[in-house]
């Protein structure tokens, strides 16, 4: 599919859209936020998962002023802030999605590693459901997170970077008053739900141990699908 350019204040933004392959909507929809690898098939694969099951599923390409090379440093400085050109196209690719006809209005966010994030970081900027897997949290979360949307997040125990995150998280959560689903998994590492393999980081995910799970995968699936449509709504309790 060819991709999709938004047109947004700070000028066009590319994406990957997929589209429910039945119904003619209004859908649901979910803007899918990739890792620092940027825009892979792997994450396009994902938002081709969520399209079909029900959803309008948006992959912005946080890389679009000019590759990674060029943007990594600000778009993690952007993360690390909370604010800044990334977190201006996130904002931008909901409520793109949001005006679209075939969509119902309501906008989820999934990320993984970097964009699991800026899924939090996004949670209390405008989202009705937030899916982080394995996102760094924010320096300050009470402070971030503070009037966030559900979140659902997973993480893997075997996560060396980012030990003992799912369960920080979960208790600033409960604090907040947010209703959560946040789970750690045993077997898992960082990555977890990602396959770098099929493409060029093949060989830093052996030294690195980025290995997809394919257990933990599935079930954390299972739980952002049940929780996306508990709180977006699925196609088949869409209007229209």
Not at 15 to 27: D, M, N, S
Not at 112 to 138: E, H, N, Q, S, T
Not at 178 to 204: C, I, Q, T, W
Request: aromatic share 8%.
């Amino acid at each position: 599919m060819p991709a999709t350019v938004l047109t947004t204040e700070r000028g066009a933004l590319k994406a990957h859209l997929a589209v429910p392959p039945v119904g003619e909507g209004p859908w649901p929809a979910v803007v899918v936020l990739h890792e620092a690898f940027g825009l892979t098939d792997d994450i396009r694969a994902h938002a081709d998962r969520l399209a079909a099951a029900g959803y309008l599923a948006l992959a912005p390409d946080l890389y679009s002023d000019g590759g990674a090379l060029r943007c990594l440093k600000g778009t993690f400085s952007a993360l690390r802030a909370g604010r800044g050109p990334a977190v201006d196209d996130i904002a931008a690719s909901r409520a793109w999605l949001a005006d679209r006809a075939d969509c119902t209005g309501r906008v989820g966010v999934v990320g993984f590693c970097m964009g699991g994030g800026f899924a939090l970081v996004m949670a209390a900027k405008g989202f009705d459901a937030a899916a982080p897997a394995y996102g760094v949290l924010p320096e300050d979360p009470e402070q971030a997170l503070a009037g966030a949307c559900p979140v659902v997040a997973s993480y893997g125990k075997r996560d060396l970077v980012l030990r003992g995150a799912a369960g920080r998280l979960r208790t600033v959560l409960d604090g907040l008053g947010v209703e959560n689903d946040v789970k750690e998994y045993a077997g898992a590492g960082h990555s977890f739900m990602n396959r770098h393999s099929a493409g060029p980081f093949g060989p830093l995910e052996k030294v690195v141990g980025l290995h997809h799970h394919e257990p933990s995968a599935e079930d954390a699936w299972a739980r952002i699908l049940r929780f996306f449509d508990r709180h977006l709504g699925g196609a088949a309790s869409s209007p229209g």
